[in-house]
């Protein structure tokens, strides 16, 4: 049953791939799809329905790149102020405790669910 589970995750996540096609798909990957499987059913998600424009790609490069702004606004191609100025935006639209290491686990899922 595990295998015939990781099959269909791997292949829900690479585009109808198999995972014989996705040998070199990470752990981390397979992980982050079953952790999102859920939240591709799901019409709400949270906080990230009041980001438009380039907020959600921010936001994502934001995290990936903990305090780094230069490298999350290479990402982008802004200026790190234009990072840093849009940051506190979308904080503030969010209305959440960005430091908050569960909050940031959350929006990554989060955005990675909404790129489903």
Excluded: F, K, Q
């Excluded at 709400?44 to 990936?64: F, K």
């Excluded at 982008?76 to 686990?105: A, F, Q």
Aim: charge should be negative; glycine fraction near 10%; avoid cysteine.
């Amino acid at each position: 049953r595990e295998a015939i589970r990781v099959a269909g995750l791997a292949s829900a996540g690479s585009g109808g791939g198999s995972v014989v096609n996705d040998v070199d798909r990470s752990w981390a990957d397979l992980v982050l799809a079953a952790a999102t499987a859920g939240l591709a059913e799901v019409d709400e998600l949270g906080p990230l329905d009041g980001l438009t424009g380039d907020d959600p790609a921010t936001l994502a490069a934001w995290l990936d790149h903990p305090g780094d702004p230069r490298a999350a606004a290479a990402r982008v191609h802004v200026h790190p102020n234009t990072l840093r100025y849009r940051m506190t935006r979308i904080s503030h639209r969010l209305d959440v405790d960005l430091g908050e290491p569960r909050v940031r686990d959350a929006l990554r899922l989060l955005l990675r669910a909404r790129d489903l």
